[in-house]
């Protein structure tokens, strides 16, 4: 996805192609301008190379989570409302089927979600509400159960929230389940 983004952005802006996910090149300060922007920040506090070789920009969680209420609620203008619109229109091109992100945009109305490398998840709601959370470890098997409970809690989404996310099976290394991670709440 962002690749593909990255190639057609540097197209329509005549930009060349070469070194598009390096740290230098104008598709990459484009990238980082617009996360300051959304996340209303002075500046990522921190950039590294992610998994598949492109630019990420660290920001706090309470950054990301005003930055997804912006992108749910209509808060980020015209190209941040076709970006909602599209995620809401194609949940499954966001991630895959049984994702949390996925499965919570077909379950919700006007939600927005996005799962992101070493477990982090955020989630804006139509009315501007949002969270974020990081699962510390990085462990993604946490993800869902962490943001079903999250969803359910701040969010009110009870009646939204598919069951099956709230808990993830543990399996052993011959595909058997041993055993299942879910939030206690007490």
């Excluded at 598009?20 to 002075?42: I, K, N, P, T």
């Excluded at 994702?99 to 070493?118: N, P, Q, S």
């Excluded at 990085?138 to 943001?147: C, D, F, I």
Aim: aromatic share 4%.
């Amino acid at each position: 996805g962002k690749h593909a983004f990255g190639l057609a952005r540097c197209i329509a802006e005549g930009w060349p192609l070469e070194g598009y996910f390096r740290g230098g090149h104008r598709l990459q300060r484009a990238m980082r301008d617009c996360v300051v922007e959304a996340c209303a920040v002075a500046a990522p506090s921190e950039e590294a190379t992610d998994g598949c070789g492109m630019r990420t920009f660290a920001v706090p969680l309470a950054a990301l989570a005003r930055a997804f209420g912006a992108l749910a609620g209509g808060g980020l203008g015209p190209s941040g409302a076709r970006c909602a619109a599209a995620m809401r229109a194609h949940p499954d091109l966001v991630a895959f089927e049984g994702a949390i992100d996925t499965e919570l945009m077909r379950a919700e109305e006007g939600l927005v979600a996005k799962i992101g490398a070493e477990g982090v998840l955020a989630i804006g709601l139509a009315d501007g509400r949002a969270l974020a959370l990081k699962v510390r470890d990085g462990a993604v098997r946490a993800v869902a159960p962490a943001g079903v409970a999250l969803a359910r809690s701040e969010l009110g989404l009870d009646a939204a929230v598919p069951e099956r996310l709230a808990v993830a099976p543990m399996l052993n290394s011959r595909g058997l389940r041993v055993g299942e991670l879910r939030v206690l709440v007490v």
